[in-house]
């Protein structure tokens, strides 16, 4: 019997190598930080800021805390109203990076007394300059047309340059892609580094002042991290430090030496230069057929101006576009994002009932939106006639029209831009799972500052559009409260069977007295029309005239209401 030979040892497989970590610039203080005040906007900004930061630093919060302030300092130093002063330090938490920050958690009648990191406020004031992409072409302006506003009958001496009529006009505007917004962030921070890098670097002793005596410790260079990080999403809560060469073997039992700035400057503008060819590669393979699974899911956020089907990309940013003439619902089970925009939808009612950080409804027109609870911030940008139902930290609302928002809201609403006719009211529904979605972001029932809107600049100075001359000082109009007697509960039809059964069985928010006694007394009135009704003595011909007559008004204010498409909704359609 023959001796088989063993078999030959496996060769040991080559590792890959690890993937290329790309730097990114956050789109949170981009989004959802900038503020229309002229007096955080610089023509000198470095200098200027230089000057603000070392004023700001004479005056710390503690012995303990030699780099925080607070509100009342800022105030002071740049000749701002308290209450704006407060307000920019709210912006920062919502935008802020760091889950480890005292700001990011406090409640706002805290805020003072934790402060905000000089640094911090720092870069937030300098970005104040950053100039939003402008909205691009829809390559099917045809195909939106019969669902896209018209422009209203009442516009004010701004007509010629509003938003809504310069997103609406011939050529059909959405949004910029995902990638066309990553770049544009990137190339301003590109220009800007140099200046930025400086406001959070130290002069080394003994050296005549210039570019080459700045140096960067590792605690300041972490700041950084309010701007950018590498890797996908989620990778911003890893140090910032850990990605650099210069510091990512330090001692964490001893301080990491200073290195010089311009050593940091020059390897965060070769990163993003690589991150800028990568998008462009992404991009031109895109346009040729030729993307990889790899790509695949970062461009398909880049293609959201073009389809009607929601996505979400590899970065955890969900887009639900062009929902039209239909009702759209997502759970927490379906949404794998905490990150939402709702764009160019148009008379639809939709849900997004889950837990999120930031959401943004932008192009919206004749809908009903309910968003379940954002931890972070929500903004509504150029929408018409539409109805926002949510729970929030804080909202923004810009260049809206018409448009009706029931809040719960922990932070006074911020109203910015060109709007018109814009009315706010308490929070007006609830589902099973929504004190556990407020629990889960932060978001508590007490207080809800829905009447208490903040309007501030008519012109935003972040965008790109020409304004006329001698509006820029201008107020915006601000939001009315919404008659008590036209105040209604929203019923959400209940998919919760298999979601879990939550323990939410009435709206958390308690209403004010004005609102409840109003839904009193329509509870009232309409018990007692029921009872005149069962008791008058009719024929039964007449019967069949009152009852044909109900039901031909009701379906005639469903139909003229839009609250049709809710009725086939809770039918199951």
């Not at 890797?231 to 001692?251: R, T, V």
């Not at 990309?313 to 379906?334: C, D, F, N, T």
């Amino acid at each position: 019997m023959t001796e088989t030979s063993p078999p030959p040892p496996e060769q040991p497989s080559t590792p890959s190598p690890p993937p290329t970590l790309h730097i990114h610039p956050r789109r949170e203080p981009f989004e959802h930080g900038l503020i229309p005040l002229q007096k955080l906007i610089f023509t000198d900004a470095t200098q200027t800021l230089t000057s603000i930061r070392d004023k700001l630093l004479q005056h710390p919060l503690s012995k303990d805390q030699p780099h925080r302030i607070q509100s009342s300092v800022f105030s002071e130093t740049l000749q701002i109203s308290p209450e704006h002063a407060r307000l920019v330090f709210e912006i920062i938490a919502s935008v802020h990076p760091s889950v480890s920050d005292p700001i990011v958690n406090a409640k706002s009648d805290v805020v003072d007394s934790v402060g905000v990191n000089v640094y911090d406020l720092i870069i937030f004031l300098y970005i104040q300059s950053y100039k939003r992409l402008l909205p691009r072409g829809h390559r099917d302006s045809a195909a939106i047309a019969d669902v896209w506003p018209s422009t209203s009958a009442f516009d004010g001496f701004l007509s010629a340059l509003t938003p809504l009529q310069l997103a609406r006009s011939n050529v059909r505007r959405s949004m910029p892609s995902q990638a066309d917004e990553e770049a544009h962030q990137l190339s301003y921070l590109q220009k800007h580094l140099g200046n930025i890098i400086s406001l959070l670097a130290e002069s080394v002793e003994g050296q005549t002042e210039g570019e080459d005596s700045l140096v960067l410790t590792m605690e300041n260079f972490e700041h950084l991290s309010f701007l950018i990080y590498f890797g996908e999403k989620g990778s911003e809560n890893i140090p910032l430090s850990q990605n650099a060469p210069f510091f990512a073997n330090s001692d964490p039992d001893m301080p990491a030496a200073p290195v010089p700035a311009t050593q940091v400057h020059d390897w965060i503008e070769q990163s993003i230069n690589s991150a800028l060819q990568h998008i462009s590669e992404r991009v031109a393979a895109k346009e040729n057929g030729s993307t990889n699974a790899s790509d695949h899911d970062a461009l398909m956020a880049d293609d959201y101006a073009n389809t009607i089907k929601p996505s979400i990309s590899s970065k955890g940013l969900s887009h639900i576009e062009g929902i039209s003439k239909q009702s759209y619902v997502k759970q927490a089970s379906e949404l794998k994002t905490s990150f939402v925009k709702i764009i160019n939808c148009h008379e639809s009612v939709i849900y997004l009932l889950a837990p999120l950080k930031y959401a943004t409804v932008y192009g919206c027109s004749d809908a009903t939106i309910v968003l379940g609870a954002v931890g972070k911030a929500v903004r509504i940008e150029h929408c018409e006639r539409v109805h926002v139902i949510s729970v929030a930290k804080r909202i923004c609302i810009a260049n809206c029209r018409e448009c009706v928002f029931f809040l719960g809201v922990n932070q006074q609403p911020l109203i910015v831009g060109d709007n018109h006719k814009l009315q706010v009211a308490p929070y007006n529904t609830f589902y099973p799972q929504l004190e556990e979605h407020m629990k889960q972001v932060g978001v508590e029932a007490s207080p809800n500052r829905w009447d208490e809107p903040i309007a501030l600049g008519l012109v935003d100075p972040h965008d790109s559009i020409s304004h006329p001359a001698g509006v820029s000082d201008c107020q915006t109009e601000s939001a009315t409260h919404l008659e008590p007697d036209q105040f209604t509960n929203f019923l959400i039809p209940n998919w919760f069977e298999d979601e879990g059964y939550g323990s939410t069985k009435d709206n958390p928010f308690p209403l004010p007295d004005v609102y409840m006694s109003s839904q009193q007394k329509n509870d009232k009135n309409l018990v007692e029309v029921k009872q005149i009704l069962k008791e008058t003595q009719l024929e039964d011909n007449r019967k069949r005239e009152l009852s044909t007559a109900l039901h031909v008004y009701f379906k005639d204010w469903l139909y003229a209401s839009g609250n049709v498409r809710q009725l086939y909704c809770l039918q199951g359609e």
